[in-house]
């Protein structure tokens, strides 16, 4: 499996952030710090190692957070796999609310854990999952990569079947433009003043086994 994933969907998903927030789509500069909860790893470290996993996707996220911003990131689990989640902080507080704000920059697996990594498939009935297991069988790797490309923007997929057609199309749903609220200056989300809007993107299509 070849984890050097092109992060296109990553990528995409921070362009329709910064659109719901009328940010520029590309920000100049380096970030000024990196912050956050990183359990057993240092950050700065732990994200240079997701560099070499993540090059594009990485690189574009640190794009997005300018000399005026910082990075902050949270290593959390959920249902007994790790996941380390990069946000981009506004350098300046609120001057009324007296919090800051930010927008996310994607998910990424714990190093060494990636096995574990990738969004869960939305199937609500037996057909589904055995057209899953399916393409996963007749098509490991590119199943893995949507896996992978949906779980960087913590989106879902869904399988939609053309029988007219006679295709069916992988589709990862996931939230843009969610604004975070950091509340004690640890680089954290402590809730959301927004939490944006959903979007579909369509990663691939298989004919209809």
């Known amino acids: 499996m070849n984890l050097q ?5 990553l990528i995409f998903g921070i362009a329709i952030a ?71 902080w ?17 998910l990424f697996p714990v190093p060494g854990e990636e096995d574990s990594f990738g969004s869960s498939w939305g199937c609500s009935d037996r057909l589904c999952e ?13 199943m893995r990569n949507h896996e992978i ?14 029988e007219a057609e006679q295709k069916i199309d992988i589709q990862c749903v996931f939230s843009a433009g969610v604004i975070f609220v950091d509340m004690d200056d640890d680089g954290i989300s402590d809730g959301e003043n927004s939490r944006g809007t959903f979007v579909d993107n369509i990663l691939g299509s298989f004919p209809l086994l």
């Open 5 to 9: 994933t092109p992060g296109s969907l």
């Open 18 to 88: 910064e659109a719901c927030l009328g940010l520029p789509l590309r920000a100049t500069g380096e970030p000024t710090a990196i912050v956050g909860n990183c359990a057993e790893f240092d950050c700065p470290e732990l994200l240079n190692e997701l560099q070499e996993s993540f090059p594009e996707a990485i690189a574009e996220a640190k794009s997005q957070c300018s000399e005026n911003q910082f990075i902050g990131m949270n290593l959390w689990e959920q249902n007994e796999s790790r996941r380390v989640s990069l946000a981009c």
């Open 90 to 106: 506004n350098g300046e507080k609120d001057n009324t609310a007296g919090y800051r704000e930010g927008v996310s920059l994607g």
């Open 130 to 142: 055995e057209q899953v297991t399916t393409l996963q069988e007749t098509y490991p790797e590119e």
């Open 149 to 162: 490309q949906c779980g960087l923007v913590g989106g879902d997929l869904y399988l939609l079947v053309s």
